[in-house]
Each structure stands twice: as C-alpha cells, then as structure tokens.
C-alpha cells in the first residue's frame, strides 16, 4: 500500500499549503518534502548560505509578502537551539504569536541540540543524548554513513508517529517556546502534516 505521504506521479496537488523556513539547505527540505501530497503542499524555504533564526525570519516574512495564503494554510519557523542565543530564538517565538490574522496559523519548532534529534526519535527516544555529537554518534548507529541526507524509505509511516510520540513524551509538560533541554518540537509540525484531511478547518 503506497504511503499516505507519498503523492502518485502526475498526480495534481491541491488541498493546504505548509511554508517551512528551515535553518538547514539538506536534512529539513528532504525530510519535510515527504509529506508533499495530493492533500497538501509542502514549500521548504531552504538557506543560502546565512541559517541564523532572524535570517530564517526575515526567508519566511520575504515569501509570505509574495504568497496569496487561504485559510487553512500553515506558516512553521524550523531551528535549532545548537549555538543560538535566547534572544535570537525569542525574535521567532514573538512572531509567532504575535499573528493578528487568524487565518493563516503560525509556528515554531525548534530542536535542542539540533534537527537530527527529531531524526533519531524515530528509532529511539535518545536518552542519552544532550550534546550535538552524541545526537550524530546515535543518530550513525541506525543510518550508517548518513551524509545529512534523507534516505528514501527510512522514514516509514510508524516511524513518524514513534517519533511523535517520544518528542511529546519528552516535552511533559509541554513547552510554551522552545526546549532548554534536549528535546524537539518539531512533533507539531508534524502531527498538523499527518492530520486527516477531515480533521482540517474548512475554508
């Protein structure tokens, strides 16, 4: 049975539009262009060489000005905490919710140490990590040789709910901005990407 993740070839894409400003040019994009489907678009806004959560902020704000968003889509910041200061972070938490139209839902999800985290949940809930080495070094125990790029297939649809799973499990009680330890909240991202296409608001 194909994925509900993967969208058929030639198949036209319709349904709510997903922007992700992403600190990263490799790992995000491949990890979230999964989820690109006949009932979602999914747009990485990838870096260029600058990958500071303000620079992150400023590709997002940039592409909104640009995009004609509808009710229902999605607007989701995607950083590490790694060598970011409070502050940086806190610029992103601010706009998040400081929104005054509703329509589009903003988000920020935010990795500490980093992104392969989030990777790494999906094949064990990473106790003993709390350094970005120790996430690379577990992370190389179930994807030998990785690169920083998805492989294709890894990710299974269980996978990706386990990896949900433990990020909530992880985030008791829940963080109102970001985790001051290790922990990911990528997992509402995600959790809004597999949402059954009732479960979403009407236009």
């Given at each position: 049975?194909?994925?509900?993740?993967?969208?058929?070839?030639?198949?036209?894409?319709?349904?709510?539009?997903?922007l992700i400003?992403?600190?990263?040019?490799?790992?995000?994009?491949?990890?979230?262009d999964m989820?690109?489907?006949?009932t979602?678009?999914?747009?990485c806004?990838?870096?260029?060489?600058?990958?500071?959560?303000?620079?992150?902020?400023?590709?997002?704000k940039?592409?909104?000005?640009?995009?004609?968003?509808r009710?229902?889509?999605?607007?989701w910041?995607?950083?590490?905490?790694?060598?970011?200061?409070?502050?940086?972070?806190k610029?992103?938490?601010?706009?998040?919710?400081?929104?005054?139209k509703?329509?589009?839902?903003?988000?920020?999800?935010?990795?500490?140490?980093?992104?392969?985290?989030?990777?790494?949940l999906?094949?064990?809930?990473?106790?003993?990590?709390?350094?970005?080495?120790?996430?690379?070094?577990?992370?190389?125990?179930?994807?030998?040789?990785?690169?920083?790029?998805v492989?294709?297939?890894?990710?299974?649809?269980e996978?990706?709910?386990?990896?949900?799973?433990?990020a909530?499990?992880?985030d008791?009680?829940?963080?109102?901005?970001?985790?001051?330890t290790?922990?990911?909240?990528?997992?509402?991202?995600?959790?809004?990407?597999?949402?059954?296409?009732?479960?979403?608001?009407?236009e």
């Open positions: 049975m194909m994925s509900r993740f993967v969208r058929p070839f030639g198949a036209k894409r319709y349904g709510r539009l997903y400003a992403v600190e990263g040019s490799v790992t995000e994009p491949g990890y979230f989820f690109d489907c006949q979602l678009k999914v747009e806004l990838r870096a260029k060489g600058k990958s500071s959560p303000p620079e992150v902020l400023k590709r997002m940039g592409r909104i000005d640009r995009e004609s968003m009710e229902g889509d999605e607007a910041l995607v950083v590490d905490k790694d060598r970011w200061t409070d502050a940086q972070l610029e992103l938490h601010d706009w998040v919710v400081e929104q005054t509703k329509v589009v839902k903003r988000g920020l999800a935010v990795s500490n140490p980093k992104f392969e985290l989030w990777l790494l999906h094949f064990e809930d990473g106790a003993r990590v709390n350094t970005g080495a120790s996430c690379s070094n577990a992370l190389g125990r179930y994807l030998p040789g990785y690169d920083k790029r492989q294709d297939g890894v990710f299974t649809d996978r990706i709910r386990d990896a949900v799973r433990r909530k499990e992880r008791t009680p829940p963080c109102r901005d970001w985790p001051r290790t922990g990911t909240t990528v997992y509402r991202l995600v959790e809004s990407l597999i949402r059954p296409p009732a479960e979403v608001p009407a």
